[in-house]
T-cell receptor, first 109, second 117 residues
Framework: GIQVEQSPPDLILQEGANSTLRCNFSDSVNNLQWFHQNPWGQLINLFYIPSGTKQNGRLSATTVATERYSLLYISSSQTTDSGVYFCAVEPLNDYKLSFGAGTTVTVRA | GAVVSQHPSWVICKSGTSVKIECRSLDFQATTMFWYRQFPKQSLMLMATSNEGSKATYEQGVEKDKFLINHASLTLSTLTVTSAHPEDSSFYIC?????????????FGPGTRLTVL
C-alpha cells in the first residue's frame, strides 16, 4: 500500500515562532488532507489539498503532487496550536485514507 | 456544516460484555462511513468501511464477528464490540463522507474511548 511519512516526529516551539511540517507519500493520490488532533482526541480538518496552495488564517498548506509531498506552515504559533498534526492521503482507485504517523507539536508560552 | 457526532464519548465495561458505539452525521447525508482505531501515541488505523444499506468492508486483520458494523441509514452507523477484552481498549473514531467511491473530504467524529476491565 501507499506509504506516508511525516517529519519531524516532534516539534517544540516558542509562542510566536513559525514552523513547517512535511508529508511525503510514495504514490500518486486523489486526495490529501491535513488534520489537527487536539488533546481530547478530536480530529479537525485543516485542509483538503490534493494539489496547489491554500491558506486559512495563520495556517497554509502546499501540495506538489508531481513530487509527492505536502507542506503545512504554521505562522505565529500559539499554545492552542499544540497537538498532533496528521497528513492523510487517498491513493488513486481507492477512497480510503492512509495516515502518516503524525507530528506532535508543543507550543510553549 | 459537516458535523459528525459519536456516542458515547467514553465507556468502561467488564471483560466479556458488548459495547455499541454510534456515529451520526448531523447536517449531511453520508453515503460512506469509516471506522478507525487509535492506540495511545499512534496513528489512526482503518478498521472498516460501511456504505448505507450494504455490508461493511473490513480491513485485513480485523475480525468481522468481533467488530459488528451496521449502516442502517444515511446518517447513522454503529460499531458493536462483541465480547470485549482488555486488548480491545482503544480510541475508536468514525468519519463520514458525502460521496461513495470518489475522492471527497472525510469529516471525523470526536471519538469514543473504550476501556475494558
Amino acid at each position: 500500500g501507499i506509504q506516508v511519512e511525516q517529519s519531524p516526529p516532534d516539534l517544540i516551539l516558542q509562542e510566536g515562532a513559525n514552523s513547517t511540517l512535511r508529508c511525503n507519500f510514495s504514490d500518486s493520490v486523489n486526495n490529501l488532507q491535513w488534520f489537527h488532533q487536539n488533546p481530547w482526541g478530536q480530529l479537525i480538518n485543516l485542509f483538503y489539498i490534493p494539489s496547489g496552495t491554500k491558506q486559512n488564517g495563520r495556517l497554509s498548506a502546499t501540495t506538489v503532487a508531481t513530487e509527492r509531498y505536502s507542506l503545512l506552515y504554521i505562522s505565529s504559533s500559539q499554545t492552542t496550536d499544540s497537538g498532533v498534526y496528521f497528513c492523510a492521503v487517498e491513493p488513486l482507485n481507492d477512497y480510503k485514507l492512509s495516515f502518516g504517523a503524525g507530528t506532535t507539536v508543543t507550543v510553549r508560552a | 456544516g459537516a458535523v459528525v457526532s459519536q456516542h458515547p464519548s467514553w465507556v468502561i465495561c467488564k471483560s466479556g460484555t458488548s459495547v455499541k458505539i454510534e456515529c451520526r452525521s448531523l447536517d449531511f447525508q453520508a453515503t460512506t462511513m469509516f471506522w478507525y482505531r487509535q492506540f495511545p501515541k499512534q496513528s489512526l488505523m482503518l478498521m472498516a468501511t460501511s456504505n448505507e444499506g450494504s455490508k461493511a468492508t473490513y480491513e485485513q486483520g480485523v475480525e468481522k464477528d468481533k467488530f459488528l458494523i451496521n449502516h442502517a441509514s444515511l446518517t447513522l452507523s454503529t460499531l458493536t464490540v462483541t465480547s470485549a477484552h482488555p486488548e480491545d481498549s482503544s480510541f475508536y473514531i468514525c468519519s463520514a463522507s458525502l460521496r461513495q467511491g470518489v475522492p471527497d473530504t472525510q469529516y471525523f467524529g470526536p471519538g469514543t474511548r473504550l476501556t475494558v476491565l
